[in-house]
């Protein structure tokens, strides 16, 4: 895991305010206990759907952090995390999901959250993953020796940067180089040498070849990414 303090977000006499957004109650009361303790004073607001959590985002512009279950009613794949880093940019958002493989915590790093913490987590685990993210700090899952070593191709996306990995989501949803460049407001030529380091550092010669890894490790009921990347539309030639 990977843990690093900050600025104690309950400091002065601002009330904290947590947004907690998950579909099941025993785990927003599990969540909601965990800040308290650890915060009194804090306002924990609950939601349980998307849209909900747009409503609590309105209305409480300044809240601290929100803890964000991805697969909420209303929400495909990382379509949530990517409206609260558009539409509230400077709202700290850590992900609270049951999904486990790697490429899901990349993803959301990528996308700018401060942590990702899988449900499995004990709840002694989950306290002090709490205690960082309420002191401003960032938390995200390490993998063992054995796994960090092995050749996964959930391993190899490791090797991309941040603005590469958000490349590689857009490729998944088929969209060609001049729409990207539109999206992330960079030049095409930029595009185009993102895509040629991806396949690169993937081992693979066609962007079809990881458009198709893309949506194998972000497979969900819902996970319909076009949402989730500030993308635009469509195919693409090889490289």
Same mark, same amino acid.
């Given at each position: ?14 009330? %904290?305010?947590?947004? &907690? @957004? !998950? +579909?099941?109650?025993?785990?927003? $009361?599990? /969540?909601? #206990?965990?800040?308290?303790?650890? =915060? ?12 909900? %959590?747009?409503?609590? &985002? @309105? !209305? +409480?512009?300044?809240?601290?952090? $929100?803890? /964000?279950? #991805?697969?909420?009613?209303?929400? =495909? ?163």
């Amino acid at each position: 895991m990977t843990l690093a303090g900050g600025n104690q977000m309950g400091q002065g006499n601002k009330q %904290l305010t947590v947004i &907690v @957004a !998950d +579909d099941h109650p025993l785990f927003r $009361v599990a /969540l909601r #206990l965990g800040v308290r303790t650890l =915060e009194p004073g804090a306002h924990v607001v609950e939601v349980d759907s998307f849209d909900s %959590l747009k409503r609590a &985002v @309105a !209305d +409480d512009p300044d809240a601290g952090l $929100v803890l /964000l279950d #991805l697969m909420m009613p209303g929400a =495909e794949g990382l379509s949530s995390l990517q409206y609260l880093r558009t539409q509230a940019p400077e709202l700290r958002v850590a992900v609270v999901s049951a999904l486990g493989q790697k490429s899901w915590a990349l993803s959301a790093r990528a996308l700018g959250a401060v942590g990702f913490v899988h449900k499995s987590a004990t709840p002694e685990q989950m306290q002090e993953i709490l205690r960082q993210l309420l002191d401003g700090g960032i938390w995200w899952p390490e993998a063992s020796p054995d796994e960090a070593s092995a050749d996964t191709p959930e391993n190899k996306l490791d090797r991309l940067s941040r603005q590469e990995l958000r490349v590689l989501l857009h490729l998944k949803e088929g969209r060609l180089n001049k729409q990207i460049a539109g999206d992330l407001n960079v030049s095409e030529a930029t595009i185009k040498a993102h895509v040629t380091a991806i396949l690169r550092k993937l081992g693979l010669y066609r962007r079809t070849q990881a458009a198709v890894l893309a949506q194998r490790l972000l497979k969900s009921e819902s996970a319909s990414l076009a949402h989730a990347v500030d993308a635009a539309p469509a195919g693409g030639e090889d490289e």
